[in-house]
């Protein structure tokens, strides 16, 4: 990354079907080797998936899920003489969404068994009921932020 100036943020054009920005980047990481048409395919069949099994839009159900997997706070090692701290702090809004799509997309990926597309389905409606994998993880990054909360004054 250039020390003198900060590339600018690429735009992401909105998906297809559902015209969301946070789908197409969901889709985008969900992509292997290129093969966009696939990972497409893959995320809206398991929102058809999602809306047949909720009766619910699948769209709401994906926005719902990923607010409950993003984290509001992590925490950052910080070096101070010779020693170094797991300092708590605030989460940027693009590293939010970011950690959050990883984190849904690696615990889909190790659930076992069965089609992607129905693993992917089977995590959004855990992850929208509050429960999973990604819940389990952000819960986790929020618990170690919170036991770390005296180190906190060496925030920079």
Same mark, same amino acid.
Request: aromatic share 6%.
């Given at each position: 990354?250039?020390?003198?100036?900060?590339?600018?943020?690429?735009?992401?054009?909105?998906?297809?079907?559902?015209? =969301?920005?946070?789908?197409?980047?969901?889709?985008? %990481?969900? $992509?292997?080797?290129?093969?966009? #048409?696939?990972?497409? @395919?893959?995320?809206?069949?398991?929102?058809?998936?999602?809306?047949?099994?909720?009766?619910?839009?699948?769209?709401?159900?994906?926005?719902?899920?990923?607010?409950?997997?993003?984290?509001?706070?992590?925490?950052?090692?910080?070096?101070?003489?010779?020693?170094?701290?797991?300092?708590?702090?605030?989460?940027? =809004?693009?590293?939010?969404?970011?950690?959050?799509? %990883?984190? $849904?997309?690696?615990?889909?990926? #190790?659930?076992?068994? @069965?089609?992607?597309?129905?693993?992917?389905?089977?995590?959004?409606?855990?992850?929208?009921?509050?429960?999973?994998?990604?819940?389990?993880?952000?819960?986790?990054?929020?618990?170690?932020?919170?036991?770390?909360?005296?180190?906190?004054?060496?925030?920079?």
């Amino acid at each position: 990354m250039p020390r003198r100036y900060r590339p600018e943020k690429r735009r992401i054009a909105p998906d297809l079907k559902y015209n =969301s920005v946070t789908l197409q980047m969901f889709i985008n %990481r969900l $992509m292997i080797g290129g093969k966009k #048409s696939t990972a497409r @395919r893959i995320v809206y069949d398991a929102l058809d998936i999602v809306e047949e099994r909720t009766k619910s839009s699948p769209i709401e159900v994906f926005n719902k899920a990923l607010q409950n997997v993003t984290p509001q706070i992590e925490v950052k090692p910080r070096r101070v003489g010779g020693a170094t701290y797991q300092v708590p702090m605030e989460v940027a =809004s693009h590293r939010r969404t970011s950690l959050a799509i %990883r984190w $849904m997309l690696m615990s889909t990926r #190790s659930r076992g068994g @069965r089609s992607m597309a129905e693993k992917l389905a089977a995590e959004l409606m855990d992850a929208a009921n509050g429960q999973g994998a990604a819940v389990k993880r952000k819960d986790d990054t929020h618990r170690m932020a919170d036991a770390n909360r005296a180190f906190a004054h060496y925030r920079f």
